[in-house]
C-alpha cells in the first residue's frame, strides 16, 4: 500500500494488480490508481513493475508471481524481498533487460531513515548495509 501511494503522490500511474482482487481495488482506490484485471501485467505494458507479496522469500526462493515472458519491454523491477538479496524475480528480470533494485535496499533505507529520525545524524549507511547483509545470512539466506 505504501509504495501505491507514493508512487501516486508523485502522479505515476498506478495499476495494483493482487492475489486478492478486492483488496487489490482497495489499495488502488486509496493510491488513486485503479486494479490490474489479471493477475500478471502483460508484457510490455508497464514501466516499473514492484512486488509487494512474500513469494520468492527465503527458503522458497525459487518462488515468483510473475512468469518471465511478462517482464519483456518492462524497464524497472522492485522486489520487496530481501531474504534471499537476489530472488528468482529479480534474476528473470535482469535476463529480460530490466534494471533490478532488491528488498535489501528498502529495509536499510528505512533502517536509514528511522536512524536519522532518532538520532539527528546522518546514518551510517555502510555499516547498516553490511549489519542487513550479515542478518540475511544468519537467516539462511543470502545475501
Known amino acids: 500500500r505504501a509504495v501505491a501511494v507514493a508512487l501516486g503522490r ?5 495499476t495494483v494488480y493482487g492475489r486478492r482482487p478486492d483488496e487489490a481495488a482497495r489499495v488502488a482506490a486509496f493510491a488513486g490508481g485503479r486494479a490490474g484485471a489479471g493477475p ?3 508484457a510490455g505494458s508497464w514501466d516499473l ?4 507479496t512474500p513469494v520468492g522469500t527465503w527458503p522458497d526462493a525459487d518462488a ?5 515472458e511478462a ?3 518492462g524497464r524497472a523491477v522492485y522486489d520487496l524481498v530481501y531474504n534471499p538479496a537476489r530472488t528468482a524475480l529479480l534474476d528473470a528480470a535482469r535476463e529480460a533487460g530490466c534494471e533490478t533494485i ?3 535496499e528498502m529495509l536499510v533505507a528505512q533502517a536509514a531513515a528511522q536512524f536519522e529520525r532518532w538520532t539527528g545524524q546522518p546514518a551510517p549507511l555502510d555499516v547498516m548495509r553490511d549489519a542487513a547483509e550479515a542478518g540475511v545470512r544468519r537467516m ?4
Do not use: C, N
Open 49 to 52: 513493475l514492484v512486488h509487494a
Open 102 to 104: 532488491g528488498g535489501l
Open 10 to 14: 508523485r502522479l505515476a500511474e498506478v
Open 71 to 73: 517482464l519483456r519491454g
Open 64 to 68: 515468483s508471481l510473475v512468469p518471465p
Open 140 to 143: 539462511g539466506g543470502a545475501a
Open 40 to 42: 500478471i501485467p502483460a
